[in-house]
T-cell receptor
């Protein structure tokens, strides 16, 4: 059965800290891995990763995929209180189905 | 450009009733996907529509159905509601079914009593 596992489930840090969120996946016919940030209601898209070893960056956020290890990490440097959210990763398979992980709840304290 | 809109935002129904939720994608987007989000199960894929055709379906019973209109607006219907159907229902749109960048709507919070 396809599954996506995220760790840790929750994380509390202070402003300025660097965090690393983990996502491992076991999905058949893997196509891509996506990261989302969910603050109040709707998730917002962060990254889509298809190729192993290529880092994607957007400001203080970056992510990389390791297809050999079936995993991905999301890094956030110099965290701010506005980074507090649930971070979701999802594996997308050939039929465009998406399997989401349970999410990591990040709390950044001032 | 307006974002994805969903109506209604909140809904309370009783067991056995049916419900229809609506989603209007971003202008020009032709793919609409529906998701169910619950505290216990997280975010789960329901189905995806593209050009008025259901392209993919998640692992949900037949009580969950949907359709897409020629203007790309989509509706989701749940019949014979059960308490476990209480959830946040999110729809997301993208330009085409092959693009992974999806934009989510605010969701419809359904409560079944």
């Amino acid at each position: 059965e396809d599954k996506v596992v995220q760790s840790p489930l929750s994380l509390v840090v202070h402003e300025g800290d660097t965090v690393t969120l983990n996502c491992s996946y076991e999905v058949t016919n893997f196509r891509s891995l996506l990261w989302y940030k969910q603050e109040k209601k709707a998730p917002t898209f962060l990254f889509m990763l298809t190729s192993s070893g290529i880092e994607k960056k957007s400001g203080r956020l970056s992510s990389i995929l390791d297809k050999k290890e079936l995993s991905s990490i999301l890094n956030i440097t110099a965290t701010q209180t506005g980074d507090s959210a649930i971070y979701l990763c999802a594996g997308r398979v050939d039929n465009n189905d998406m399997r989401f992980g349970a999410g990591t709840r990040l709390t950044v304290k001032p | 450009k307006a974002g994805v809109t969903q109506t209604p935002r909140y809904l309370i129904k009783t067991r056995g009733q049916q419900v229809t939720l609506s989603c209007s994608p971003i202008s020009g987007h032709r793919s609409v996907s529906w998701y169910q989000q619950t505290p216990g199960q997280g975010l789960q894929f329901l189905f995806e529509y593209f050009s008025e055709t259901q392209r993919n379906k998640g692992n949900f019973p037949g009580r969950f159905s949907g359709r897409q209109f020629s203007n790309s607006r989509s509706e989701m219907n749940v019949s014979t509601l059960e308490l476990g159907d209480s959830a946040l229902y999110l729809c997301a749109s993208s330009l085409s079914q092959n693009l992974n960048e999806q934009y989510f709507g605010p969701g419809t919070r359904l409560t079944v009593t």
